[in-house]
């Protein structure tokens, strides 16, 4: 018989009611008090491989789009915990089966947080990158960070001949992950757009590659007037925001 802890942790990811020692308080709703609260803390832990074969079941029976997602989350934290390369392979082989395009953004959600070595086919993934679900569109960038494929100059190149504006974003937040000395006068010259979204989100990556490249601070606040305590924080921060 197999196990049922799948089955059982995707049903307390989605009980919004309090845990029984939790009580609401000044009429307040807090979420961190909730079942599915912990059984989402719960699921970023999982890292038994064993879990695969119920994982795979759930997602070749179930049709309820919000189980299919929740599923593929805990089989992303799985293999961010676990890595395993034919389950990475068979994550991403499943993007072009799943028609719910909030599905195929979970996905890549997760493929965010994995690790991608060379050997992996990512051309579905960047089949995505043309969708014309905005949503999907921008998860897929993210998508391309994390990857031992160096897939910095496609990101300038399509901020190059980028048409839809609200996709500049992503694509620089995916550049501040992986991005080298390569993008940083592309990103300086963003620091001057006349979106806002675009600037703040330039002068929130430019500090990060010019600090994985080795730039001074002096350099750095030279271009971006951002304060030596600013560097500091994102100085100690650096192995986090960079992919891999």
């Known amino acids: 018989i197999m196990s049922s802890y799948i089955l059982d942790l995707i049903a307390r990811m989605q009980n919004d009611s309090y845990r029984p020692c939790e009580s609401k308080k000044g009429g307040v709703f807090e979420s961190e008090k909730t079942i599915s609260w912990t059984a989402t803390e719960e699921a970023?832990?999982?890292n038994d491989l064993k879990y695969l074969a119920e994982l795979y079941s759930i997602l070749e029976?179930?049709?309820?789009h919000e189980i299919r997602r929740l599923t593929y989350s805990i089989l992303g934290n799985l293999l961010k915990n676990?890595?395993?390369l034919m389950a990475t392979d068979l994550l991403i082989q499943s993007l072009p089966k799943e028609k719910d395009n909030m599905t195929k953004v979970?996905?890549?959600n997760s493929l965010e947080e994995i690790y991608k070595p060379a050997t992996l086919d990512l051309k579905p993934i960047f089949i995505l990158n043309?969708?014309?679900?905005?949503?999907?569109?921008c998860s897929s960038y993210l998508a391309l960070t994390n990857t031992e494929i160096k897939n910095e100059n496609y990101l300038i190149t399509l901020l190059d001949n980028i048409?839809?504006?609200?996709?500049?974003?992503?694509?620089?937040?995916?550049l501040g992950y992986i991005g080298t000395n390569k993008s940083v006068e592309l990103l300086i010259s963003y620091l001057k757009h006349k979106s806002q979204n675009i600037r703040y989100e330039s002068l929130n990556t430019l500090p990060t590659i010019m600090l994985r490249e080795g730039?001074?601070?002096?350099?750095i606040k030279k271009k971006t007037n951002v304060s030596d305590n600013y560097l500091d924080i994102r100085k100690e921060r650096l192995k986090t925001l960079s992919r891999p």
Do not use: A, C, F, G
């Open 106 to 108: 979970w996905m890549l």
């Open 130 to 137: 043309k969708h014309r679900n905005w949503h999907v569109r």
């Open 44 to 46: 970023k832990q999982i």
């Open 163 to 174: 048409d839809k504006i609200d996709d500049i974003k992503y694509i620089v937040r995916s």
């Open 215 to 219: 730039y001074t601070y002096e350099e």
């Open 61 to 64: 029976t179930e049709i309820n």
């Open 82 to 84: 676990t890595p395993d």
